[in-house]
């Protein structure tokens, strides 16, 4: 499957859910994003849906209001200001307006203090969301740059299973998907440090292998420059 098929078939499933449950939010702003497709943004549009098709696939014990506010905050959030077109932003918050609680999720996740982490978990729709978006990230974390990859593996490890938890432990209604979100991350996020392990050794392996080759060829040099010299000294 391509990355436009993929694109297309997300969105046909948001689409669906949103028709089938009536969710207004939801619908009125599907259109729009559809509108963008092919503009630059694609990848982040793939990604907003890949987390809405997780949130309608845990089966959320919500009503169809809530998971509404929930699909459209997802929409609504982390697209890069300066690729998406303009107006996009205030046209999508438009849609929402007349739902407080859609601001009041999206101000949670826009938080921007050294205490984020501490911040979000109090907001449980908003802490509920951003690990709904941990569990699509990991899955394509093999796709990634290593670097990036193993930052997004060292900030797993340092908040989000805590945060699943904490999930755990205080928003009893959401333990079920919480628990496969936090055993799905953590699974992930294992494999996926193996495989940089193993990117890892190749690369030091690759690393030794240059440098022997260029010891290698630095004697052979000087081995061909003392040749060269002494049969210099034989002609003359």
């Known amino acids: ?42 990848v982040y549009y793939r990604r907003r849906l890949s987390v809405c098709r997780m949130l309608i696939d845990l089966h959320l014990p919500v009503s169809a209001e809530l998971l509404d506010i929930l699909l459209a905050v997802t929409l609504n959030h982390s697209l890069p200001g300066d690729l998406i077109p303009e107006d996009h932003e205030r046209t999508l918050e438009a849609l929402t307006a007349d739902e407080p609680r859609v601001g009041e999720i999206l101000a949670a996740l826009r938080y921007t203090g050294a205490d984020y982490y501490e911040r979000l ?4 729709y908003a802490l509920l969301i951003r690990l709904t ?3 699509v990230l990991v899955e394509s974390l093999y796709d990634w740059p290593a670097q990036d990859a193993r930052r997004y593996v060292r900030e797993t490890r340092a908040h989000f299973f805590t945060m699943c938890i904490y999930a755990k432990e205080h928003y009893r209604e959401f333990l079920g998907p919480v628990s496969i979100l936090m055993e799905k991350t953590r699974n992930l996020t294992g494999a996926n440090e193996a495989l940089l ?28 420059h003392e040749i060269s010299g002494d049969q210099g000294r034989g002609a003359n």
């Open 1 to 42: 499957m391509n990355d436009r098929d993929s694109l297309l078939e997300l969105f046909e499933i948001v689409t669906q859910e949103a028709e089938q449950k009536q969710l207004t939010m939801t619908a009125a702003a599907l259109p729009f994003i559809r509108s963008h497709f092919n503009m630059g943004c694609d």
């Open 121 to 124: 978990v109090e907001n449980r």
């Open 133 to 135: 978006e941990r569990g």
């Open 197 to 224: 392990k193993r990117y890892e050794e190749a690369d030091d392996a690759l690393n030794s292998e240059i440098l022997s080759l260029r010891e290698e060829n630095a004697a052979i040099r000087a081995m061909i």
